[in-house]
């Protein structure tokens, strides 16, 4: 049965309200104690800088936030544990009252979010949360695992679609490698948003929809007395689905032994569909095999590499001139091997002022200028060329006026500045999702989503898409926004003497 509609509430507990870090709720009981629960606050979620030294990040993971947000409550189980909580004096951390206020409370927060599958860069909010103050900070640690993971493994299959271009088929092989269960199932979903064909974990087919494939291990040639006999076995349980492990003992001896079969096969007018390389030299025996297939009249029939495989290597072995034209992804894919985390951040930027007369613009100040958080109400602006690709990215400050003349600026470097004509076509980013706690927006489906990242990735240009030392996309604060927060740190940071 298939629950795309309900990726995390299907298959897990009926609350996951305590998939969270134990600081969101004593900020939350902090502000409720303060009276300051229902203040309405502005969150983004983004990342700082594009995953694997990359020039872009695939958006990735919102169905399930959305899912998760949906069905956030505290069940009596959440709240006894919570009430069995004790500080370092053995007193109750949360008071009966405060438990009370957690058992009602009805989410009411808006959220405005980037598609799944759109290409996006450092500093834009992926998702905008506008609400209570004590309920956008309840979800801040969810929303950042689902929204880091998904969208990191979805770049990374962006990536490997990128080494294998699109005629090839790229199979995620992963779960055996994976973090866990929940790792497996959500690295596999995001693989195939990203661009994967396809998955052999079967919940994931299950839940999501993806399409499955497999071959057989070495186990099962080892099962049986030589390779033709455990070949021939497996094509009869899969006459035209078949394809046979070629390395347990010598590669290109047992292509030989998979053609002897593939003719009986024939015969009896079924096919042999792939073999399967998972050792050695794979463009070498990638050649080699192709050699031989196409020799005895079996040109159809696909070569399927695996063995850590990831985009560096794919490159490397198109290059080299490999045969290889399937390519089983797996630990690489699924841990995003090179890169353990996207790094994704949630941050206060807007604060109601006490009096309910405007708004306080807040931000977070470092010594690193790349982790000045930005301050404001912020939308994202795609600017697009004459020929309806990007051009460039604005974020710009939606409590405020836009003034009639444009112009971005680098958040790190002032020099950096790019005009805005007048007729320039755009698309604004970030879409309602929900509104006033209730959603308002029909999810795409996980297919329509991979579309979408295809088409996306596609539509920027190849220097930016580059492995190494991308080119880097135009992204910058409007002018008036940057100016406003350059005033802001100088208002916050202290002025020290020499």
């Not at 609350?15 to 870090?21: E, G, I, K």
């Not at 080494?163 to 994976?178: H, K, Y």
């Not at 794979?282 to 005895?296: F, I, M, Q, T, W």
């Not at 034209?325 to 890169?339: F, R, S």
């Amino acid at each position: 049965m298939l629950m795309n509609s309900a990726p995390l509430s299907g298959l897990y507990a009926p609350s996951l309200a305590l998939v969270t870090d134990l600081y969101q709720l004593t900020m939350a009981y902090g502000y409720w104690q303060q009276g300051m629960q229902d203040r309405e606050a502005v969150f983004h979620l983004y990342f700082r800088k594009a995953p694997f030294q990359g020039g872009y990040a695939v958006a990735a993971g919102l169905a399930l936030a959305v899912d998760w947000v949906e069905n956030l409550h505290f069940s009596d189980d959440d709240l006894a544990y919570l009430g069995s909580l004790r500080g370092s004096k053995g007193t109750a951390m949360f008071p009966p009252e405060f438990l009370e206020y957690l058992r009602q409370l009805t989410f009411t927060c808006d959220i405005d979010a980037i598609p799944e599958g759109t290409v996006v860069f450092g500093n834009e909010p992926l998702l905008r949360v506008r609400g209570p103050l004590l309920q956008a900070q309840l979800l801040e640690t969810a929303l950042l695992t689902l929204i880091n993971f998904q969208t990191l493994v979805a770049t990374k299959a962006a990536r490997i679609r990128e080494a294998t271009g699109p005629a090839d088929q790229i199979l995620e092989f992963g779960l055996r490698r994976a973090q866990g269960f929940d790792g497996g199932l959500g690295a596999s979903r995001a693989a195939y948003l990203g661009g994967a064909d396809a998955t052999s974990n079967v919940l994931a087919g299950q839940r999501f929809g993806i399409p499955v494939r497999g071959t057989h291990a070495h186990s099962w040639v080892q099962a049986f007395g030589d390779e033709a006999q455990a070949f021939s076995a497996y094509a009869q349980a899969f006459p035209d689905d078949s394809v046979f492990l070629v390395d347990t003992y010598d590669t290109i001896e047992g292509v030989r032994q998979a053609i002897k079969v593939a003719r009986g096969m024939r015969a009896n007018g079924h096919e042999l569909a792939g073999i399967r390389l998972d050792s050695g030299d794979l463009a070498y025996l990638s050649r080699e095999a192709r050699a031989v297939l196409d020799e005895a009249g079996f040109t159809e029939t696909r070569i399927v590499a695996s063995n850590d495989l990831e985009e560096n290597l794919i490159t490397s072995l198109k290059q080299q001139g490999a045969r290889i034209d399937t390519w089983g992804v797996g630990t690489q894919l699924v841990t995003a091997y090179n890169q353990a985390a996207l790094g994704g951040v949630y941050k206060l930027a807007a604060l109601r002022k006490a009096d309910d007369s405007g708004w306080d613009f807040t931000l977070k100040l470092s010594e690193q200028v790349a982790k000045t958080s930005i301050p404001g109400i912020l939308q994202v602006r795609r600017y697009l060329n004459e020929y309806g690709k990007p051009r460039a990215d604005m974020l710009y400050n939606t409590a405020e006026p836009l003034p009639d003349h444009l112009t971005i600026v680098d958040p790190l470097d002032l020099t950096r500045r790019l005009t805005i004509k007048p007729e320039t076509r755009f698309r604004e980013l970030l879409e309602p999702v929900f509104q006033r706690g209730k959603r308002v927006l029909d999810l795409p489906t996980l297919t329509e989503s991979r579309a979408l990242a295809q088409r996306e990735v596609q539509s920027l240009d190849p220097g930016i898409r580059r492995f190494l030392n991308p080119h880097t996309f135009p992204v910058g604060l409007e002018m008036s926004l940057y100016e406003y927060r350059t005033q802001l740190i100088l208002e916050k940071r202290p002025v020290r003497g020499a």
